[in-house]
């Protein structure tokens, strides 16, 4: 005998994103052989599918989290997981033309344990092979059917992503005090633009394929944004606190690049002479250590987890506010759980 | 007394590109100032406004070729020039973010006698203004009412335009000689991709938002693909024969650099021993005036400009076979006429 629907446990995060994987991974493949040859090969390498040179590989690839977004946003909307899969593709390729340049502009030669594209194939390459797959991003959505609504969207999210990179990269030429410092609402928008605005551009447009009416796909946007800044919050505390076995980041390696993360700000914004004694061992060469002990005594720790817990009830809320098919809205749930709850 | 209309001198290519520059300026400074301030002064910067810092100034900026057929193709569909703007205003954007990452994978540190974007900002925020403008160009169009439909004939010239640029940067890396050569109809198609797709597409989506029936689309595209490949052949000849106080380019320039243009790749594939011993001295260290001269009497300067007469043709031949508006038709073949025949 079968047991009943509601007899079967849901499924946990991975598995949701194995499942959409899987659902994409066909379409993604076919879109990425539409590139040039060597674009293609740079794009397969960016994805775990190959090595230098072409030869298959099945390296780690990235969790998948925006594709997932995508496809659940469109069945969240009452629609099949398939007809989410043009955005799906679309969003897993701008996120990969995003790496692309962003190490190039940070400088980063490694990625999940292999050299970035640019230390691999060369700078000028991977700027070329981002801009091959941002062109196919936008193509892939404007041939769907349906899809021509969603290029709005999709070049909205982009100028955002570019904004929030663009003061990232600004942050980091401002001083920890004065009144040049980076308030915290700077930072919120920097996160916002930088990691919220993809992901929920990635649910929205799955609703959008799916057929939801528009406050549907305003509030999986919200949604996605809110998840975006707690993502980077929860991150921002990894990168100070983390352990590295778990995290595959250097200890403290945050601090020693000197990026101004939420905790930081946060501490260097708390009142009492916490905040000076912090700003003075920042701008000199003191230890990391004494660093991130000092941020956890001005609260910097607790500030960011708590502002994290504010995005999290904002996307629950935002999710709450609109009809949702209950199945998708619960993967959705496990899927936030997943990504900001992780190893806290 | 008033002079008829038909008594009026037809405007000159340089009138017709004033004309559609000051069409299309004031949208375009709009379009630029949604960017994030840093994103757009480097634009400003491109596009000859500012200085680096922003101080107003008046440089060299394009001529605004595309900006122009993106106006014309409007207007030839029977359209007022204003239905072309947001089509110009894409393609300008489009064409300046390819002008800043070209210069960072060609490694050039001048552009219109000031240094590229890179040397000036830095190659980080120079890949970032490139994304900045490509997202706000296919934002610009996505957003105009019957815009949304030429989202794909951008997103697609985009991909030709990535894909020739990739051949580009491979053909140097290729022998002269040998099955491993460059063939000229791997040129012709490097250079349509290169040149030709984003020429093609102004025109085409020029007619796009002036309602022009798919087969005007088709052709003005068409026409603008051969004008590319026609420009790109002259500007070959004027590479390797060019008087440099004209262009502005160093004597020999495309040679020193050894570049695999079309009169060096027909001398080679030339028969008779010519082609041999020009192989042997581009092999060599010889001076590149030698070069030069085993080209021309190889016949690769001719073959280069009978080449671009042919594309030249295909142009006239593309307008001559859909109806278009006399006098915008008029405008499109002055401007060939000036793109193809300067300095010949």
Request: hydrophobic letters at 45%; proline letters at 7%.
């Given at each position: 005998?079968?047991?009943?629907?509601?007899?079967?446990?849901?499924?946990?995060?991975?598995?949701?994103?194995?499942?959409?994987?899987?659902?994409?991974?066909?379409?993604?493949?076919?879109?990425?052989?539409?590139?040039?040859?060597?674009?293609?090969?740079?794009?397969?390498?960016?994805?775990?599918?190959?090595?230098?040179?072409?030869?298959?590989?099945?390296?780690?690839?990235?969790?998948?989290?925006?594709?997932?977004?995508?496809?659940?946003?469109?069945?969240?909307?009452?629609?099949?997981?398939?007809?989410?899969?043009?955005?799906?593709?679309?969003?897993?390729?701008?996120?990969?033309?995003?790496?692309?340049?962003?190490?190039?502009?940070?400088?980063?030669?490694?990625?999940?344990?292999?050299?970035?594209?640019?230390?691999?194939?060369?700078?000028?390459?991977?700027?070329?092979?981002?801009?091959?797959?941002?062109?196919?991003?936008?193509?892939?959505?404007?041939?769907?059917?349906?899809?021509?609504?969603?290029?709005?969207?999709?070049?909205?999210?982009?100028?955002d992503l570019?904004h929030g990179q663009?003061d990232d990269?600004?942050f980091?030429?401002?001083?920890?005090?004065?009144?040049?410092?980076v308030?915290l609402h700077e930072y919120r928008a920097m996160a916002e633009g930088k990691t919220g605005a993809l992901l929920g551009?990635?649910?929205?447009?799955?609703?959008?394929?799916?057929?939801?009416?528009?406050?549907?796909?305003?509030?999986?946007?919200?949604?996605g944004r809110h998840l975006g800044i707690a993502f980077q919050l929860v991150d921002d505390?990894?990168?100070?606190?983390?352990?590295?076995?778990?995290?595959?980041?250097?200890?403290?390696?945050?601090?020693?690049?000197?990026k101004k993360t939420f905790?930081?700000l946060?501490?260097?914004?708390?009142?009492?002479?916490?905040?000076?004694?912090?700003?003075?061992?920042?701008?000199?060469?003191?230890?990391?250590?004494?660093?991130?002990?000092?941020?956890?005594?001005?609260?910097?720790?607790?500030?960011a987890?708590?502002e994290a817990?504010?995005h999290?009830?904002?996307?629950?809320?935002?999710?709450?506010?609109?009809?949702?098919?209950?199945?998708?809205?619960?993967?959705?749930?496990?899927?936030?759980?997943?990504?900001?709850?992780?190893?806290?």
């Amino acid at each position: 005998m079968t047991a009943l629907p509601s007899a079967v446990a849901a499924p946990t995060a991975p598995q949701v994103l194995d499942r959409c994987r899987a659902l994409v991974r066909p379409a993604l493949v076919k879109s990425v052989e539409r590139l040039h040859p060597w674009m293609g090969e740079m794009a397969a390498y960016s994805f775990g599918w190959c090595e230098v040179g072409g030869a298959p590989v099945a390296a780690p690839g990235g969790k998948g989290v925006r594709q997932a977004l995508a496809v659940l946003g469109a069945e969240a909307a009452g629609a099949p997981g398939r007809a989410g899969v043009a955005a799906a593709v679309a969003v897993e390729l701008v996120h990969t033309f995003s790496l692309l340049h962003d190490d190039i502009m940070d400088g980063d030669s490694t990625r999940r344990r292999r050299p970035t594209v640019w230390k691999a194939y060369g700078t000028g390459p991977a700027v070329l092979a981002g801009d091959a797959l941002f062109a196919l991003a936008v193509e892939t959505l404007a041939e769907t059917p349906g899809g021509a609504g969603g290029v709005r969207l999709l070049s909205s999210a982009l100028g955002d992503l570019v904004h929030g990179q663009a003061d990232d990269l600004l942050f980091a030429a401002r001083p920890w005090t004065g009144p040049e410092r980076v308030r915290l609402h700077e930072y919120r928008a920097m996160a916002e633009g930088k990691t919220g605005a993809l992901l929920g551009c990635a649910a929205a447009l799955g609703a959008v394929l799916g057929g939801a009416p528009p406050p549907t796909v305003t509030a999986l946007d919200r949604a996605g944004r809110h998840l975006g800044i707690a993502f980077q919050l929860v991150d921002d505390v990894l990168g100070i606190w983390g352990d590295p076995a778990v995290t595959g980041k250097p200890v403290h390696g945050d601090l020693r690049e000197r990026k101004k993360t939420f905790p930081v700000l946060a501490a260097l914004s708390s009142p009492g002479p916490g905040a000076r004694h912090l700003a003075t061992v920042l701008e000199s060469d003191a230890e990391p250590a004494v660093a991130a002990e000092l941020i956890e005594d001005a609260g910097g720790r607790t500030a960011a987890l708590d502002e994290a817990r504010r995005h999290t009830a904002a996307v629950e809320t935002a999710l709450a506010a609109v009809p949702l098919e209950a199945g998708p809205a619960n993967d959705l749930r496990s899927l936030l759980d997943f990504l900001v709850r992780r190893d806290l």
